[in-house]
T-cell receptor, first 113, second 113 residues
Framework: AQSVTQPDIHITVSEGASLELRCNYS??????LFWYVQSPGQGLQLLLK??????LVQGIKGFEAEFKRSQSSFNLRKPSVHWSDAAEYFC???????????FGQGTTLQVKP | GAGVSQSPSNKVTEKGKDVELRCDPI?????LYWYRQRLGQGLEFLIY????????KSGLPSDRFSAERTGESVSTLTIQRTQQEDSAVYLC???????????FGSGTRLTVV
């Protein structure tokens, strides 16, 4: 069965520091992979997605993610975190081509001044 | 419309009552998805519509939950005899097909008291 694991429930980083949020997936075929961000009281915003091609994907707000098939991972990175990046981050895998998404449990990012 | 519209945005209901949640997808989007997000959790897939048929309803948690869709338009998610564990944010998404143009609504926050 498809599944997504986000090993870190909560991460705290200092403003200006680099960030890496981990995501591991279980899926039999080539996955479609997504990262979403959800700020308190806000809806889901798509940060980036991987369908095929270059395994390093650039997204909005300075985020990037790298697909590593050998490690079944799709980690999200940002070189310098801003206070406004504090939010909940969700990794998701697309199950087949129906559009069904399987989400991880999320990682809460706190940014220290 | 310009985005996926969900109504009501908030709903408080008494345990045992029935509720209906509405989703208006983006015009032209043939696929529609319902998800549930419990407090502090990731999104759980509930059901997927292609047109007005539901090829995948595997995520509906019990027979108290049902959904229907009129053509390629509005969908309603009905929860009968609500229980406290039904309290969650219910999110709807629509797409042209599969993951093309995938867009989430802002959700309906359901509180069962």
């Amino acid at each position: 069965a498809q599944s997504v694991t986000q090993p870190d429930i909560h991460i705290t980083v200092s403003e200006g520091a680099s960030l890496e949020l981990r995501c591991n997936y279980s899926y039999g075929a080539t996955p479609y992979l997504f990262w979403y961000v959800q700020s308190p009281g806000q809806g889901l915003q798509l940060l980036l997605k991987y369908f095929s091609g270059d395994t390093l994907v650039q997204g909005i707000k300075g985020f990037e993610a790298e697909f590593k098939r050998s490690q079944s991972s799709f980690n999200l990175r940002k070189p310098s975190v801003h206070w406004s990046d504090a939010a909940e981050y969700f990794c998701a895998v697309g199950a087949g081509n129906t559009g069904k998404l399987i989400f991880g449990q999320g990682t809460t990012l706190q940014v220290k001044p | 419309g310009a985005g996926v519209s969900q109504s009501p945005s908030n709903k408080v209901t008494e345990k045992g009552k029935d509720v209906e949640l509405r989703c208006d997808p983006i015009s032209g989007h043939t696929a529609l998805y319902w998800y549930r997000q419990r407090l502090g959790q990731g999104l759980e897939f509930l059901i997927y519509f292609q047109g007005n048929s539901a090829p995948d309803k595997s995520g509906l948690p019990s027979d108290r939950f049902s959904a229907e869709r009129t053509g390629e338009s509005v969908s309603t998610l009905t929860i009968q005899r609500t229980q406290q564990e039904d309290s969650a944010v219910y999110l709807c998404a629509s797409s042209f097909q599969g993951f093309r143009g995938y867009t989430f609504g802002s959700g309906t926050r359901l509180t069962v008291v």
